[in-house]
């Protein structure tokens, strides 16, 4: 009896080594929730020879990996700037600020920050 119970907490020590986890924060991955993202090597470490890289990250430590926030920054600036002039643009220029928006023009910049992380997020899932 003693064997069979020291043989089934290998098999959970094997089952759980075998299992990914997270570069970040060392979580277990669970399937369809891991999300990987390219790296640049060291040039040193590979030879020189340039090889790109892949973390694993979780749902939580990918949406703070900073390489992906700053292209959804840039999103969001380009993007939200130029829907803002034009949904915006007149009220603005004449200088009527109405209490609207004040919620109108924050919404405007969150939308492209959204679409472009969920779009980074959706072709980076694994």
């Not at 999300?35 to 990918?62: Q, V």
């Not at 609207?100 to 919404?107: A, Q, V, Y």
Request: proline fraction near 4%; glycine fraction near 10%; include cysteine.
């Amino acid at each position: 009896m003693q064997r069979s119970v020291e043989s089934g907490a290998e098999a959970t020590t094997e089952e759980t080594t075998n299992l990914d986890t997270c570069d970040r924060c060392l979580r277990i991955l669970t399937p369809g929730w891991a999300f990987g993202f390219k790296t640049k090597a060291d040039p040193d470490a590979t030879g020189g020879l340039g090889i790109r890289g892949e973390l694993t990250k979780c749902l939580r430590c990918s949406l703070q990996h900073w390489p992906m926030l700053k292209k959804s920054l840039a999103a969001c600036v380009v993007v939200g700037t130029v829907l803002t002039a034009l949904n915006q643009g007149d009220i603005l220029f004449a200088g009527q600020w109405d209490g609207s928006l004040w919620w109108k023009i924050p919404l405007t910049y969150t939308v492209p920050f959204l679409v472009a992380t969920y779009g980074a997020m959706s072709n980076n899932r694994k």
